[in-house]
């Protein structure tokens, strides 16, 4: 081989290593002054610093012990803007121009969820007590890339980093999303993707309600009919179906890499007919729990009033199967929690149905959830209670809320006044995006917000995606970022930047009139950076 030509590419391969390989002819320098990535939700303390981070084509990740999985969440990250990279467990923290670190004592500082994130103009270190706060620098970092980068689609983009310091941590603990499968089924598919959008925002709990009149979504084998009869049903031309136990263990672990709990509901006492229709010898003698008669087994009910059915509360019956459904349920969920539902149903019987109900669920080690209706009763001291209306006097002082409050929270309400298929019986001008961000509270035992949709009227994927976002970010926002630290216009400008990621991502999301949004682009296809990934394989 030509000698010249030698010298020439080992030159060449320094300057690579030196300055900058981007896979485009040219190397690229940064020259103009980069403008600051517009980051949701908004961490706790940002310094930006002047210039820019040229990452270069060769990357090398470096972490420390227990930090492998977060290495290679970052190390998907950098191949989907196109970059090579290698991880390497060597010791010395400054081996490569990447580095991740897990430190147990900086729980003092940033507590389970939170990290720091430091990118200077030699290199990039992210740095937590937990994976969790690794995977949310790793969410933030994300959000310095171009939104392009949710398509895979950035090679032959110079990948510039804009300087600063970042040391984030959440203001509350649960950050959430609820998904209505009953009224109309949303499957694992669908359920994963929801999941991936969230982590993006640094969400981390997703309560399924998975059972309501119109259906069963949940398989239980010891009760073979609520698969094969109660989940058959739905809301007129809503989609039925049922999650297997397999579905419903991958749906759990799919959320859990992406520091994602699911809570899932068995709505009770009331609510109910679904079970009622494939089990009917729970019934009272003449169905008399059924009033009025929307519907009596054996037929299907399609409607969308509440109120009408609950379980026959006289009979033992009903404990029997409350005991047999939590016993199984609780065995295959891995998160701490099962919600009870409990809401909208009269009856004397009530309050003892609620004690009885959560201290099953506490026999099977679970913490009992339910609809702020239920404290009325004398439930469990660790017991959380989830507020819609704000109208309920509990009898448990101190009780934990999540705060689903309808005015603020019900995002099955319309995003505008006139939006077609949206509720309006809390809010008849339907929820906005500033009534979202509107939220601020001083109790103190709201441990963090909670955003349902309901699905009476939203019977497609793209219904669902035009509900929950944008609002579902501003949900994200109010959950982390501290109140003083909030303020919508801010929050409206960062969020005009994040409309190309949700279109790149294929989300068919509102575009909420108080925000410019630019030049719409069509959802391109359903995918994203970690769409379907497993760090662990
Ligand atoms: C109230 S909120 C319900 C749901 C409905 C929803 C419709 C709550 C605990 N119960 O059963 O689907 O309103 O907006």
């Known amino acids: 081989m030509n000698l010249k030509f030698i010298q020439f590419s080992t030159l060449a391969a320094v300057f690579c290593m030196l300055v900058a390989c981007t896979g485009t002819k040219e190397p690229i320098v940064a020259k103009e002054e980069l403008p600051a990535p517009n980051i949701i939700p908004l961490p706790l303390n940002v310094s930006w610093d002047n210039?820019?981070?040229?990452?270069?084509?060769?990357?090398?990740?470096?972490?420390?012990?227990?930090?492998?999985?977060?290495?290679?969440?970052?190390?998907?990250?950098?191949?989907?803007?196109?970059?090579?990279?290698?991880?390497?467990a060597e010791k010395n923290s400054a081996c490569g121009n990447w580095t991740v670190v897990k430190e147990e004592?900086?729980?003092?500082?940033?507590?389970?969820?939170?990290?720091?994130?430091?990118v200077r103009n030699n290199g990039v270190t992210l740095k937590a007590a937990t994976d969790a706060g690794l995977f949310y620098a790793v969410q933030t970092?994300?959000?310095?890339?171009?939104?392009?980068?949710?398509?895979?689609?950035?090679?032959?983009?110079?990948i510039k980093l804009r300087l600063g310091h970042i040391e984030d941590t959440p203001q509350y603990s649960w950050r959430g999303t609820m998904v209505d499968v009953s009224r109309s089924f949303f499957g694992l598919e669908y359920l994963k993707q929801h999941v991936d959008r969230m982590a993006l925002y640094k969400m981390n709990r997703l309560h399924l309600h998975l059972t309501d009149d119109q259906g069963w979504r949940i398989e239980i084998k010891s009760k073979p009919k609520l698969t094969k009869v109660a989940s058959k049903g739905s809301v007129t031309d809503g989609r039925s179906g049922y999650l297997t136990q397999e579905e419903y263990k991958d749906?759990?672990?799919?959320?859990?890499?992406?520091?994602?709990?699911?809570?899932?509901?068995?709505?009770?006492?009331?609510?109910?007919?679904?079970?009622?229709?494939?089990?009917?010898?729970?019934?009272?003698?003449?169905?008399?729990?059924?009033?009025?008669?929307?519907?009596?087994?054996?037929?299907?009910?399609?409607?969308?009033?509440?109120?009408?059915?609950?379980?026959?509360?006289?009979?033992?019956?009903?404990?029997?199967?409350?005991?047999?459904?939590?016993?199984?349920?609780?065995?295959?969920?891995?998160?701490?929690?099962?919600?009870?539902?409990g809401d909208e149903i009269k009856d004397p019987l009530y309050k003892e149905f609620v004690v009885k109900a959560d201290s099953i669920i506490n026999f099977y080690n679970k913490i009992t959830i339910g609809w702020e209706e239920v404290t009325q009763a004398k439930v469990s001291e660790n017991f959380i209670s989830q507020v819609w209306n704000g109208d309920t006097e509990s009898v448990i002082k101190d009780v934990k809320v999540i705060e689903s409050i309808c005015s603020n929270f019900y995002l099955d309400h319309g995003n505008?006044?006139?939006?077609?298929?949206?509720?309006?019986?809390?809010?008849?001008?339907?929820?906005?995006?500033n009534d979202v961000y509107d939220y601020s509270n001083s109790n103190p035992?709201?441990?963090?917000?909670?955003?349902?949709?309901?699905?009476?009227y939203v019977l497609t994927d793209e219904t669902m995606d035009d509900r929950f976002w944008p609002r579902a970010v501003a949900v994200?926002?109010?959950?982390?970022?501290?109140?003083?630290?909030?303020?919508?216009?801010?929050?409206?400008?960062?969020?005009?930047?994040?409309?190309?990621r949700l279109s790149q991502m294929g989300?068919?999301?509102?575009?909420?009139?108080?925000?410019?949004?630019?030049?719409?682009?069509?959802?391109?296809?359903?995918?994203?950076?970690?769409?379907?990934?497993?760090?662990?394989?």
């Open 251 to 341: 749906l759990q672990d799919y959320a859990l890499a992406r520091n994602i709990i699911i809570i899932p509901e068995i709505d009770m006492p009331g609510h109910i007919y679904s079970a009622l229709l494939a089990y009917p010898e729970l019934n009272c003698s003449e169905n008399t729990n059924i009033n009025p008669k929307k519907a009596v087994p054996p037929a299907l009910y399609e409607g969308y009033e509440v109120g009408w059915s609950k379980f026959c509360l006289e009979k033992p019956e009903t404990y029997e199967f409350v005991a047999e459904v939590i016993e199984e349920l609780a065995d295959i969920t891995k998160g701490p929690w099962i919600h009870m539902g």
């Open 416 to 433: 505008t006044p006139d939006q077609e298929n949206a509720a309006t019986w809390c809010k008849k001008d339907g929820v906005s995006l």
């Open 105 to 118: 004592s900086l729980d003092l500082l940033l507590g389970e969820e939170g990290y720091i994130l430091d």
């Open 476 to 500: 994200a926002e109010i959950g982390w970022t501290p109140d003083a630290k909030r303020d919508f216009s801010g929050f409206i400008k960062r969020l005009s930047d994040h409309g190309k």
């Open 51 to 88: 210039g820019t981070y040229l990452v270069p084509q060769a990357n090398k990740i470096c972490y420390n012990d227990g930090a492998k999985t977060s290495a290679v969440w970052l190390q998907k990250l950098l191949n989907s803007a196109g970059l090579n990279s290698e991880i390497s």
């Open 507 to 537: 989300i068919h999301f509102f575009p909420s009139p108080e925000v410019k949004w630019g030049d719409k682009e069509d959802p391109k296809e359903v995918k994203s950076v970690f769409y379907n990934f497993d760090p662990k394989k």
């Open 445 to 456: 035992n709201v441990i963090g917000v909670e955003a349902p949709v309901w699905t009476e």
């Open 141 to 158: 970092l994300r959000q310095f890339f171009p939104a392009e980068i949710e398509q895979n689609n950035l090679s032959n983009t110079a």
